[in-house]
């Protein structure tokens, strides 16, 4: 009895032995399969990483059709679209003018005075132009689509149907007539042709994916800058064409490198500009250089004005949004560090490394943006970044507070009866004052793309602000000021 | 009685011994050809290329062609302890990390290298230039109190950083 219970307990105890062998050799032999199914995929992956299921060619416009071909990239493309809020901006459409009430009396008599609304995402461009109020209360040119839509396509149809002669040798003549028909009709009328907010085609040649740029503004822009004199250490080309005699004119689509081109596609449209004459061609204003004194230089010279100040009468500019001259005097820029580098850096996908087509602030997205140059954590780099922005954001309130006290001792000297040869001086300093103010205050970085000059604009500014009080004082003998304790 | 239990069952039914002596042989099969096919034997090379099987380390590569090291000094030079028990302890315990993060895809992007690996590449920077660095050796023998070569000289081994 009690010794074949024992021989059934071993009995029972071999089987188990046997079951649990084959079970570990059944999940090894699976394991070992799924692992040589996983090296295969990403041999596969390796190996190639584009599958052309349909062409396309400069005549696609349609990012959906070049998806196909490029998936990954078209996936984070169409996530421009996010919401998301930085410490000191992001791609949520607050209201500025609301956030920070002082902005309606610096743009008073603007239509940024009436609708100044953060920029969302590139996917909105287009819809946020057609419904932005400096639009629909405004009357407002064609020309404002060179930069909110796909207008490259527009360009050469444009071109074609006044005159130009097809083939590719005439592209550029293509895209600069058609510019021209399309900046002077009425915004209204332009937009009905145009579909895509920026596309596919805006950036890449369809034939080979180079990036290409392609926005007459910017072409003529960057040959006038080209011209000039002024250093550009960060465009290594440039200073290369200007050694090798100035021949022709600079082209940035041959004689750019790509890594070059990986900041110029962004500076199509990421910049300071105006529109020139009747015929509102937009023009980058880089005949002199980049720096914020030269373009004020510039439009001095040209005698621009982009409006009135309702208040004190002064002509005054509206900057833009500098990010590609403000960028240009950064040591980012100076280290060869291009806007794609942090705006799109590359992530990995499986064995592939594809640049992230979802353009965005590098605060979301520290790890790939900032640590693939920068080894610290990604807490230390954060802390670091939002330093600069929150010193950047304390000096842009005082230079502000600034504007505001000249523009009250304007509006009090006009009150009690300056003469505008009076207010001459102090008009002058309210110009140079709201340029330098708006120059960073409009630059979508916080002063992050240049601390030290953004500080440096500041200080003038503030300084040009203060002066200008002065100047009121001591060109209408303000009889306060006059009396001396 | 209890010893040979085991083999008289086996003994009783030799179709089950024959089943699991097969699969044994299956899965040894398996497994052989995923090694080979994964290069497998290529990780216990100093081959550089190696190192680039997967691609993850495709740009620290490229750097490294153009790096000043190139010449003298290839991936297992700086990356391994030099002898030869702890070179291959290193290459079992990196390469077990590395196989584990590439299979799951769920390692830090960018990578980075652990401080234990640090130390390791510390010590090696040491050994080829020890004459040199003699003087400013400040804690020999502890590659964590060492003054950090790589803080200054970060550009030696991949090549000059954007």
Request: charged share 25%; hydrophobic share 35%.
């Amino acid at each position: 009895m009690n010794s074949s219970s024992r021989f059934s307990d071993q009995r029972g105890f071999a089987v188990w032995i046997y079951v649990v062998t084959l079970i570990a050799l059944g999940v090894a032999a699976y394991v070992a399969l799924v692992f040589y199914q996983n090296i295969v995929d990403r041999k596969a992956e390796a190996k190639q990483d584009v599958f052309r299921v349909v062409e396309v060619s400069d005549q696609t416009i349609d990012p959906a059709i070049w998806g196909k071909n490029y998936p990954r990239q078209y996936d984070s493309y169409k996530r421009t679209v996010d919401t998301e809020r930085t410490n000191h901006g992001g791609s949520e459409a607050f209201q500025h003018l609301d956030k920070d009430p002082v902005w309606r009396r610096i743009f008073a008599g603007y239509a940024f005075g009436v609708d100044y609304r953060e920029e969302r995402g590139h996917a909105y461009m287009l819809l946020d132009q057609k419904e932005t109020e400096r639009v629909t209360k405004f009357k407002q040119p064609g020309a404002c689509l060179q930069c909110h839509a796909s207008t490259l396509n527009l360009y050469i149809n444009e071109g074609l149907k006044a005159g130009v002669p097809p083939g590719k040798s005439n592209w550029e003549a293509q895209i600069q007539k058609g510019f021209e028909v399309v900046c002077k009709m009425p915004y209204v009328e332009a937009a009905k042709l145009v579909e895509h907010p920026v596309s596919c085609i805006d950036c890449h040649d369809a034939e080979n994916m180079n990036l290409r740029v392609n926005r007459p503004g910017f072409l003529n822009g960057i040959r006038a800058l080209a011209k000039s004199d002024y250093p550009t250490p960060h465009l290594p080309s440039i200073e290369r064409w200007r050694k090798d005699g100035r021949k022709g004119q600079y082209e940035p689509n041959t004689d750019a490198t790509r890594q070059e081109l990986r900041s110029m596609v962004c500076a199509q449209c990421h910049v300071e500009y105006y529109f020139k004459g009747e015929g509102k061609l937009v023009t980058y204003p880089w005949d002199k250089g980049l720096k914020v004194e030269q373009i004020e230089a510039y439009y001095n010279e040209v005698g621009h004005n982009d409006w009135k100040h309702k208040e004190t009468g002064a002509g005054v500019l509206k900057a833009q949004h500098p990010e590609f001259e403000m960028w240009s005097q950064g040591i980012h820029a100076r280290s060869g560090v291009s806007c794609a580098d942090c705006h799109m850096p590359y992530v990995r996908e499986g064995a592939i490394k594809v640049s992230n087509h979802h353009v965005r602030s590098p605060l979301l997205n520290v790890a790939q943006a900032c640590q693939t140059c920068h080894r610290v954590s990604e807490k230390e780099i954060t802390a670091r970044a939002l330093l600069v922005q929150d010193r950047n954001a304390a000096l842009l309130t005082r230079a502000e507070q600034a504007l505001l006290g000249l523009i009250d001792a304007i509006v009090a000297a006009q009150k009690a009866g300056a003469t505008d040869a009076q207010l001459k001086a102090a008009r002058d300093f309210q110009r140079q004052a709201q340029w330098r103010l708006d120059f960073v205050a409009a630059e979508n970085s916080m002063g992050f793309h240049a601390p030290q000059e953004a500080a440096r604009i500041l200080a003038e500014a503030i300084d040009y602000a203060r002066q200008g009080e002065l100047a009121v004082a001591r060109d209408t003998k303000a009889p306060v000021l006059a009396a001396t304790p | 009685m209890k010893a040979p239990t085991l083999f008289m069952t086996l003994r009783k039914h030799p179709l089950l011994l024959l089943a699991i002596v097969a699969l044994f042989g299956v899965v040894a099969g398996l497994c052989t050809y995923t090694f080979t096919y994964a290069q497998g034997f290529s990780y216990f090379s100093n081959d550089p290329q190696a190192c680039m099987n997967c691609h993850i380390m495709r740009e620290q590569f490229d750097g490294w062609q153009k790096s000043p090291h190139h010449a003298v000094a290839s991936c297992n030079d700086c990356h391994t302890p030099h002898s030869f028990i702890p070179k291959y302890l290193s290459k079992a315990e990196n390469g077990f990390w590395h196989s584990k993060g590439f299979t799951l895809q769920d390692f830090h992007e960018p990578i980075m290298i652990r401080q234990k690996n640090v130390a390791v590449l510390q010590q090696n920077c040491v050994a080829c230039h020890e004459q040199i660095v003699d003087g400013i050796n400040t804690h020999p023998g502890d590659p964590k109190k060492m003054l950090d070569c790589l803080h200054c000289h970060r550009e030696v081994g991949h090549g000059p950083i954007r």
